[in-house]
């Protein structure tokens, strides 16, 4: 095929970072024409259902007593308006938790964790102590220090941070904000703060802002270079796009689900840099402990000696958490995670007599804390030690994952169940962690990829038709697990056969209403819509927030633009073109060879084909989709010396990716 060298005008990559992570819509805006109603539990559904409630430590109430004790006011079911007029946050579509008796189609275990989450409002934990709860995904800790307010953990969103402070001062003195407290890098940490504090009130020094050391790097790196894809799939995790109800999203684990509001990042004044660290913040005692690679990759715990009260952060919730997102992430260390556990109980155990956590609610007196403790602990020693025992046995992570179970001490506490980390899911995330995704057996080191395996699997087993009536004949004896996986063929094979997609998304919903995690529930049932339905169209929503961007490093940057690289487009070019930044005074070389994208920072080509100076505010712009290329460089906001057709011809090689694909049918072919 002919290459065409585009020209300056035909720059209409609107943004550097166009293809950037896309935020999904409100579930309004989902595809116009009426989606397929949802199926009601099979008779097998609803006897295993009824076989999990037999099994369950009902009698055992006390989460319901811990999440309502110390309530003030309730939030009830407020909206909380977001941008564009449309609400962030209501609990008004979950009233249907009201109803003490599961339904059939829903887990009985998720439906009690679901009903609990909907406890809400301003709570006092302890003299000086409060927390916002329920008005987010995430907690809002404040303390009361001698002259200010230390506030922990902002939400995820600007609105709903300012609807939690405004209710506080409702009921506490109105005191100025001294410090705030980020516990660890991911958004529903840190993305209100713009709704506790100003730019001014940090760059003047009356606040702080202190977070774990590598904070910046993880809070803006996490979701950048695979963010597109992380962003798609979250969708099936968190389940936003399902209408909520008995047969919809319920729950989201650690609690409701995610507001659809404004994020936003103020970078910290103050890293905790040691393993441990004592500060006094306004006459308050801090004890931080960093605790990296287990739930993020930077986070601490905290424990308030004036107060008696540990704070586990994420590392300590009131359930069994992932040690592998369903979004995708790395995988995280399950021993490390037991071992910060037992670390905080040997050292913070015996003067703690309040534990909280920055999400679901706490606990009281310091045995209770000492058993949450080793409860915790010894959930993710056991999961970890007994998949690598069978791992050494040559038992692979499917395998492991069929017959791990909770030990009958452990499942006696609710707070091991796994309403956000799946159980099974967890067992295959420790497997990859230590072996990869390879099981070893050379049959699957090469295997065939989803659509010539489904032709292939179709074809011996006797055409579509046949495949059909046998399936058929294993969803009526409730054999799910195998009629999603054998329709997922017959789908890849011939994405067209609806009787194929009926069928698997049948299975796929059954499974949604018998699993305990709340993120295998959603995504289960988003698949089943999607089969039913189509890829839903949602506009395109840059999820970049203007003081993330603003955060990138430069070399970050650069990084993502070698993942928007088309490198078949690319063979055969060489380019070399200079990057200078007049703001922050930085220099780079971006070179194009090989059909790879590289850079080296701190210096200039003599040889470049051009030199582009500009400033970062400028870039960010662009990549805000605030101005395009061509417009900056029309405007003199970007110069160009040397051959300006070789920055159109790289920026013509620069692919933009779709907010949606499929995952649960074919991609269309390239």
Not at 224 to 251: C, H, T, W
Request: hydrophobic letters at 40%.
């Amino acid at each position: 095929m002919k290459k065409i060298v585009p020209t300056l005008t035909a720059l209409l990559a609107a943004s550097l970072f166009a293809g950037c992570a896309q935020q999904p819509a409100a579930p309004a805006a989902q595809a116009a024409a009426t989606p397929t109603a949802s199926k009601d539990a099979t008779e097998a559904t609803r006897a295993a259902n009824r076989t999990v409630a037999t099994q369950l430590p009902l009698a055992n109430t006390q989460s319901f007593d811990d999440a309502k004790r110390g309530l003030i006011e309730a939030f009830g079911d407020q909206v909380i308006m977001g941008p564009s007029g449309r609400p962030a946050w209501s609990l008004k579509p979950f009233e249907f938790l009201a109803k003490e008796q599961a339904p059939d189609s829903v887990n009985p275990a998720l439906w009690r964790h679901a009903r609990v989450n909907m406890v809400n409002g301003l709570f006092k934990v302890t003299d000086r102590m409060y927390q916002l709860r329920g008005l987010d995904l995430s907690n809002m800790t404040i303390i009361e220090g001698d002259t200010g307010l230390i506030v922990i953990d902002p939400m995820t969103a600007v609105e709903t941070a300012k609807a939690g402070m405004d209710l506080y001062f409702k009921h506490r003195p109105k005191k100025p904000v001294v410090a705030v407290i980020y516990t660890h890098s991911h958004a529903d940490h840190f993305g209100g703060v713009r709704g506790v504090v100003t730019d001014a009130d940090v760059a003047s020094g009356r606040v702080k802002v202190i977070a774990p050391k590598g904070f910046m790097e993880e809070a803006v790196g996490e979701n950048v270079i695979a963010g597109n894809a992380m962003s798609r799939r979250a969708l099936y995790q968190f389940g936003m796009l399902l209408p909520r109800g008995e047969k919809g999203q319920v729950d989201a684990g650690l609690g409701k689900s995610v507001p659809l509001g404004t994020i936003s990042l103020i970078p910290p004044t103050m890293l905790i840099e040691k393993p441990v660290e004592t500060h006094r913040i306004d006459g308050i005692d801090i004890v931080f402990e960093n605790t990296p690679g287990a739930e993020a990759p930077a986070e601490f715990i905290m424990f308030y000696p004036q107060f008696k009260v540990l704070n586990m952060a994420e590392i300590g919730t009131q359930n069994f958490h992932n040690l592998l997102p369903m979004r995708g992430a790395q995988v995280r260390d399950a021993l490390a995670w037991s071992k910060y556990l037992g670390g905080a109980l040997q050292r913070y155990g015996a003067g703690a007599e309040i534990m909280i956590a920055q999400h679901h609610w706490p606990v009281w007196t310091a045995p209770r804390v000492q058993n949450y403790l080793k409860i915790q602990r010894d959930s993710y020693k056991y999961l970890h030690d007994q998949t690598l025992r069978l791992m050494n046995q040559g038992y692979v992570g499917a395998e492991i994952a069929e017959t791990m179970k909770m030990p009958p001490s452990l499942r006696q506490d609710w707070s091991t169940y796994s309403f956000y980390g799946d159980l099974k899911h967890n067992v295959k995330a420790i497997y990859q962690r230590y072996l990869g995704y390879y099981d070893a057996n050379p049959a699957n080191l090469h295997a065939l990829p989803p659509v010539d395996a489904g032709r292939k699997a179709v074809e011996y087993m006797g055409g579509a038709d046949a495949v059909m009536k046998r399936a058929r004949e294993d969803f009526a004896k409730g054999e799910y697990r195998w009629v999603a996986q054998v329709m997922s063929q017959l789908v890849f094979a011939d994405p067209t056969n609806k009787q194929a997609r009926e069928l698997g998304a049948d299975a796929l919903e059954q499974m949604g209403y018998q699993v305990e995690s709340a993120t295998a529930r959603n995504a289960y049932l988003q698949g089943a819509w999607e089969l039913r339905n189509g890829v839903p169209k949602l506009p395109s929503i840059s999820t970049a927030a203007p003081d993330v961007i603003r955060a990138v490093p430069l070399d970050m940057f650069f990084d993502y633009l070698g993942v928007r690289l088309n490198g078949d487009k690319a063979q055969g070019k060489t380019i070399v073109l200079n990057w200078q930044f007049t703001d922050t005074k930085q220099n780079f070389v971006l070179n194009l060879e090989n059909s790879a994208l590289t850079y080296a920072e701190g210096t200039q080509a003599p040889n470049a084909d051009a030199t582009l100076t500009l400033t970062r505010a400028t870039l960010d712009t662009i990549s805000l989709q605030q101005t395009t290329f061509p417009a900056a460089m029309q405007a003199g906001q970007i110069k160009v010396t040397g051959n300006p057709a070789k920055v159109g011809e790289m920026l013509g090689l620069f692919e933009t990716f779709p907010n949606m694909f499929p995952i649960v049918e074919p991609r269309p072919a390239r």
